[in-house]
């Protein structure tokens, strides 16, 4: 996938040193009014001004409290996940902890897909990871089978399936996965025909409401030759982690919905970042897609 990002479009892995994740303000192809997907029609928020969730980041829920951290050679101890995907008795899990001795250039270091049993939990978590739905960040403490000792890890090959020792909910975002997205909103064909017009594998604007304020935070990437960049997307060999992580360090870290398209000619992907979970531009795309 080309990565390279000229003109005004915003490239989600880019860090220009000062510390100052200030795209929001800078992408000048900011589209006005984020259209809707259903007709190209401006979508209103109303007099939602900024972003808000229904969690509480500082009132996490605690599903395990009388869990121990375990540590050593089949554990982790506790570490933050992203809950990226969910099937049939397996969940992914995305290692949000910085790896040591930190991150390296490359955007995917950092960001390790985990396969979790979803149902091989201790008792006083199985609920909760029942619960669970992509999109969840959590503290959890993961532990693998001892396959030398003749454990059965439940995974493909060598990779056994880690199971949930303690987990502790911490953010309720959403994340989902759409393919054959029809009729893909205006938006998201305008960045695509301007990236493929300047030649570029990927484009970004900034959507906005009625009132001009931010809503969303638009990125599309090429799909071309072989190569299932949704699927990269939804299993996290490619990390969606980073586009998240510049719209949470340049507004704050309330629950977002997260929705990655793909139409059905399988041109291009979106991901589409609403500001504002459970708000108008995401209801709108759920009852377009969903």
Not at 133 to 144: D, S
Not at 193 to 205: E, F, L, Q, T
């Amino acid at each position: 996938m080309d990565e390279r990002d000229e003109g005004d479009a915003v490239d989600p892995w880019a860090d220009d040193g000062d510390g100052d994740d200030d795209w929001v303000e800078a992408a000048s192809d900011a589209t006005a009014a984020g259209s809707t997907p259903d007709s190209g029609a401006s979508v209103s928020e109303g007099d939602e001004t900024g972003p808000a969730g229904d969690a509480d980041d500082g009132n996490p829920t605690d599903t395990a409290a009388g869990s121990t951290d375990s540590t050593g050679v089949d554990g982790l101890g506790s570490r933050r996940y992203r809950v990226l995907d969910r099937t049939e008795g397996t969940l992914v899990f995305v290692d949000l902890d910085t790896p040591e001795p930190g991150p390296g250039p490359e955007p995917d270091e950092g960001f390790e897909p985990v396969r979790v049993a979803a149902d091989d939990s201790d008792d006083g978590v199985a609920d909760a990871a029942a619960a669970l739905e992509p999109g969840y960040v959590v503290t959890a403490t993961l532990r693998w089978p001892d396959t030398a000792a003749g454990g059965d890890g439940g995974g493909d090959g060598d990779t056994p399936l880690a199971r949930v020792e303690s987990l502790t909910v911490e953010r309720e975002s959403r994340y989902r996965f759409i393919d054959d997205a029809e009729p893909m909103f205006e938006a998201a064909r305008d960045a695509w025909r301007d990236a493929s017009a300047a030649g570029d594998g990927m484009g970004s604007r900034v959507t906005r409401d009625t009132d001009g304020e931010p809503n969303g935070a638009l990125y599309v990437f090429s799909e071309a030759g072989a190569r299932d960049l949704f699927g990269e997307f939804r299993s996290g060999t490619t990390p969606l982690e980073p586009l998240v992580e510049r719209v949470n360090d340049d507004l704050d870290d309330a629950p977002r919905e997260v929705f990655v398209l793909r139409p059905p000619d399988g041109a291009f992907v979106v991901v589409y970042i609403a500001f504002e979970k459970d708000g108008l531009l995401a209801r709108t795309v759920r009852d377009t897609y969903l």
